[in-house]
């Protein structure tokens, strides 16, 4: 499985973004997809994951009442819609597919087998 990310940019406090991932085999629709962002000098931290029904989410704390993560199974593409930014969002932000959702593992970047290469989100103050 080969990702693309796409979608990201500057935009100021408070503004939105959303990111795309696409996929380019149809094994996507049987995998679990996530986000992950990395800021310089730091580890790569869990930002959202779904399953691949689309029906079960997991979103980190720091992001959960402004980002959304959806996904289109049709398109082999995932979303993450990123409302009211903040200056702390800023980073490049990795989408990640895995064969299974597993709560219990999903924040954990070692279970993704598959990254794409990453977009830049910066929210200027």
């Known amino acids: 499985v080969q990702l693309q990310a796409s979608g990201g940019g500057l935009v100021q406090t408070g503004g939105s973004l959303t990111l795309s991932c696409a996929a380019s085999?149809?094994?996507?629709?049987?995998?679990?997809m996530g986000w992950f962002r990395q800021t310089p000098g730091k580890e790569r931290v869990f930002v959202a994951a779904i399953d691949w029904r689309g029906s079960t989410t997991d979103l980190a704390d720091s992001v959960k009442g402004r980002f959304t993560i959806s996904r289109d199974s049709a398109k082999r593409t995932e979303y993450l819609q990123m409302n009211r930014l903040k200056p702390e969002d800023t980073a490049v932000y990795y989408c990640a597919a895995r064969p299974s959702f597993d709560s219990n593992t999903n924040r954990d970047p070692v279970v993704y087998p598959y990254w794409g290469q990453g977009t830049l989100v910066t929210v200027s103050s």
């Open positions: 085999a149809r094994t996507f629709s049987s995998h679990a």
